[in-house]
């Protein structure tokens, strides 16, 4: 069965700083991993896709990596904002549709 | 709308009525979700649509509850005879084909039962 974990649970930085958010997966056959971001009371908004097949994706100031052998993802965010406060979860595609992690709470103090 | 619309925005409910939820997915998405969100729990996968018919109901946390599709397009997921533990927020999200496009969500429902 597969299982994400994210790591931190939750971290806050100042204004400025550049960040990296950690996502692990246990089972490495799976089609894509999906970063999310969620603000409270909200739905979920996609912020990048990594297909099994690529490396990295990268979406102005965000930059997601895969490493699908040793089963890791990490969304790089630069110059930290506080607008970037905000949930951040991974999810990967397998053999159902999403499994996601529990999440890292980003709050960036301006 | 361009988004997934999702309604109520919140329902409460005494425990023991049946509730129903909908969801409007983006007009041309094929593939359609329904997720739940609770505290301590995180995102658990429900049921998936592929136009009208369910490929994928493990998630379904036991027999009160259900969904349909229809027109393949607006979702509903029925839960009868509500307990307490059902109380959460219900996402639901859709996308162009399934596995490798984009899951877009709305904003959920979320769902009180006293």
């Known amino acids: 069965k597969q299982e994400v974990t994210q790591i931190p649970a939750a971290l806050s930085v100042p204004e400025g700083e550049n960040l990296v958010l950690n996502c692990s997966f246990t089972d490495s056959a799976i089609y894509n991993l999906q970063w999310f971001r969620q603000d409270p009371g909200k739905g979920l908004t996609s912020l990048l896709l990594?297909?099994?097949?690529?490396r990295e994706q990268t979406s102005g100031r965000l930059n997601a990596s895969l490493d699908k052998s040793s089963g890791r993802s990490t969304l790089y965010i630069a110059a930290s904002q506080p607008g970037d406060s905000a949930t951040y979860l991974c999810a990967v595609s397998g053999n159902t549709p999403l499994v996601f992690g529990k999440g890292t709470r980003l709050s960036v103090i301006a | 709308g361009a988004g997934v619309s999702q309604s109520p925005s919140n329902k409460v409910t005494e425990k023991g009525k049946d509730v129903e939820l909908r969801c409007d997915p983006i007009?041309?998405?094929?593939?359609l979700y329904w997720y739940r969100q609770s505290l301590g729990q995180g995102l658990e996968f429900l049921i998936y649509f592929q136009g009208n018919s369910a490929p994928d109901k493990s998630g379904l946390p036991s027999d009160r509850f259900s969904a349909e599709r229809t027109g393949g397009s607006v979702s509903t997921l029925t839960i009868q005879r509500t307990q307490q533990e059902d109380s959460a927020v219900y996402l639901c999200?859709?996308?162009?084909?399934?596995?490798?496009?984009?899951?877009?969500f709305g904003d959920g429902t979320r769902l009180s039962i006293l």
């Open positions: 999200a859709s996308s162009l084909a399934t596995r490798n496009q984009p899951q877009h």
């Open positions: 007009s041309g998405h094929t593939a």
């Open positions: 990594i297909q099994s097949s690529q």
